[in-house]
Each structure stands twice: as C-alpha cells, then as structure tokens.
C-alpha cells in the first residue's frame, strides 16, 4: 500500500522558515513526479509546486517563486519544500502529492497518491 507522510508544519512568525517532508512507503518514486498543494481555510486546494522523476524540472506557482523551493532525495524516497520569508497568507495545511509519471502537473487530478496533509501557520 502507498502511503506519503508529510512532516515539518507548525507555527512561525512572518519572515521565517520551515521545511516540509514527504516521505513515501510501499513503492520507489524516484522516476515519478512529486508535488506541494495547500488548502487555507475557506478555499480550495492550490497548486504550490512540482518536481519531475529523472533529470528534474521544477515548476513553482507564481505566489512562492524565489521563496520556496522544491527537492527530492531519491535514495530516501522523500521530498522536501523549503518555505523562506513565509508570509501570514501562506498559513494553510500543505500536501504532498504524487504521480504515476515522470512528468509534473499542476492538476490535482493529475496526482494519484495524496498525504493527509500538515499545517503550516505564520503569524503577523
């Protein structure tokens, strides 16, 4: 059974840092893309940012270009987003998500495996 765990959440204030987690169990995703979502309160699931299986490509959404950044470390089957200079309106519970391909996608339809999530609050 294929199960990503998200670690990494909690509470920081505005300028800070975090880095999440996701870490897959009960197949190799080291040829599969892998991606971040978020879900503020009251809104629906976005896109964040993706990362390709192979040589990587790496797409980010406009609202978290050059602050966050997306990795993967495939001997650990796990993928990283390191969130800088973290802003009250990137407080939200954040996914990981990943394909059955190599290629990345922005659609959430496009994501088979999903994790339960993990929150992330920044205060003002």
């Known amino acids: 059974q294929v199960q990503l765990v998200e670690s990494g959440g909690g509470l920081v204030q505005a300028g800070g840092s975090l880095r999440l987690s996701c870490t897959a169990s009960g197949r190799t995703f080291s040829s599969a893309a892998m991606g971040w979502f978020r879900q503020a309160p009251g809104k629906e699931r976005q896109f964040v940012a993706a990362?390709?299986?192979?040589?990587?490509?790496?797409y980010y959404a406009d609202s978290v270009k050059g602050r966050f950044t997306i990795s993967r470390d495939n001997p650990k089957n796990t993928a990283y987003l390191q969130m800088n200079s973290l802003k009250p309106e990137d407080t939200a519970v954040y996914y990981c998500a990943a394909r059955s391909f190599y290629s990345i996608g922005v659609a959430e339809k496009l994501y088979d495996y999903w994790g339960q999530g993990t929150q992330v609050t920044v205060s003002s």
């Open positions: 990362i390709s299986g192979g040589d990587p490509y790496i």
